[in-house]
């Protein structure tokens, strides 16, 4: 039986992972949970899945948790001491990192350094500590298994190979797909959160609209696949059906297809080298109709530019590029600035920001940090 310590377990990814192993319960249990903020749904999952830790950001959660949790054995901890030893809780086979944001970084390093095997969702720990994160686990020998549907589809198409000529990232466009900048000069918040294809958070659905979650995984890319910037092409495939190609040095180019759902890419991680039965809604490849490729506007999606500018350019730079993304996110989720103006503002951190190249873990922090810093000042924040 393979046991996992899920990070992030009342999102998306973490909800849909415990799907899996209550589906597979004969293969799979429950170590750990770690969450931010949901109390009550992360009652119910310590309930059902008994682990060992269960683990929140705040002080003030945990005093709930425990007060809830009172009648079981269950550890409750709280801060980021207490997600890093849920993350590397000692019976856990491997570590599911789905804490949004750099506040996942951390958590899965402390799961590294005891031996854990990863199964990667959050983006943000490559994007910002990549040359950190993959050279720990190449001494630790872990394995990162990449969660994102595109990530995960290279990883099969690769299936160990490193002959790769290029990889195609396929992108869906968001909402705003064929759009000009002129006609996202007043476009809502309700706008930007209807993602055709994807259920997302907010966070990640907002990154979708402007193009700058494809920038974040055309930076993981890199690390993941070992690959530069320029062996890396976006396509925007609207029907979401193929999730990532890879094209061989002999001109072969190998598609992974399959439906919407992100608990096939969460399930190869778990079950890898192994498959399981199917637990999503399997694709009908007789009605599937046409695909299209096209290539993506930069023009108006500056944020997928300023991410192939950051990753070149390397060192400290995504970090900036990914804090000052979070903060202007969050401006806007929160009414205090226009869609148009969150590449305008991670270009000005980015320009203010002077990178270093060789960056210690204390560095990419520090860099973060003024990256937010620089954001909070422009809106008063």
Request: charged share 25%; proline share 3%.
């Amino acid at each position: 039986m393979k046991k996992v310590s899920v990070l992030g377990s009342t999102g998306s990814i973490g909800t849909q992972t415990l799907d899996i192993i209550r589906r597979d319960s004969e293969n799979f249990s429950v170590s750990a949970l770690a969450a931010g903020s949901n109390v009550a749904l992360l009652e119910e999952q310590a309930r059902e899945f008994k682990p060992k830790i269960v683990a929140v950001a705040s002080a003030d959660a945990a005093k709930d948790l425990k007060t809830r949790l009172s009648d079981t054995d269950i550890l409750v901890l709280s801060g980021e001491e207490g997600l890093c030893e849920a993350a590397a809780i000692e019976d856990a086979d491997i570590t599911l990192g789905a804490i949004v944001g750099i506040a996942g970084l951390k958590p899965v390093l402390s799961a590294i350094e005891k031996g854990k095997d990863i199964a990667l969702a959050n983006k943000e720990t490559l994007v910002t500590a990549g040359d950190i994160v993959m050279a720990k686990a190449k001494e630790k020998n872990v394995k990162i298994l990449p969660v994102d549907s595109e990530h995960s589809a290279i990883f099969q198409c690769l299936d160990g190979r490193s002959d790769l000529n290029k990889i195609y990232l396929t992108a869906s466009g968001g909402p705003f797909f064929g759009k000009k900048k002129a006609d996202l000069e007043s476009v809502t918040l309700k706008d930007a959160l209807k993602h055709p294809t994807w259920s997302m958070g907010a966070k990640i659905t907002i990154d979708s609209a402007s193009l700058a979650n494809k920038g974040l995984e055309v930076i993981e890319a890199t690390h993941l696949f070992g690959v530069t910037a320029d062996k890396i092409e976006v396509v925007v495939h609207r029907q979401s059906i193929v999730h990532s190609m890879v094209e061989f040095k002999d001109g072969a180019i190998i598609a992974q297809l399959g439906s919407a759902d992100m608990r096939t890419p969460i399930s190869v991680a778990l079950n890898y080298p192994d498959r399981s039965e199917v637990s999503g809604k399997l694709l009908d490849i007789f009605n599937v109709g046409s695909l299209t490729f096209e290539k993506p506007d930069t023009d108006t999606f500056r944020m997928l530019a300023l991410a192939f500018k950051a990753t070149k350019a390397g060192g400290t730079m995504p970090t900036v590029l990914n804090g000052a993304n979070e903060e202007a996110v969050s401006a806007f989720l929160n009414g205090k600035c226009r869609f148009l103006d969150i590449a305008d503002i991670v270009e000005g951190a980015m320009e203010n920001h002077k990178i270093k190249e060789k960056p210690a873990l204390s560095d990419i922090f520090d860099a973060d940090r003024e990256a937010r810093d620089f954001v909070k000042a422009k809106f008063n924040l």
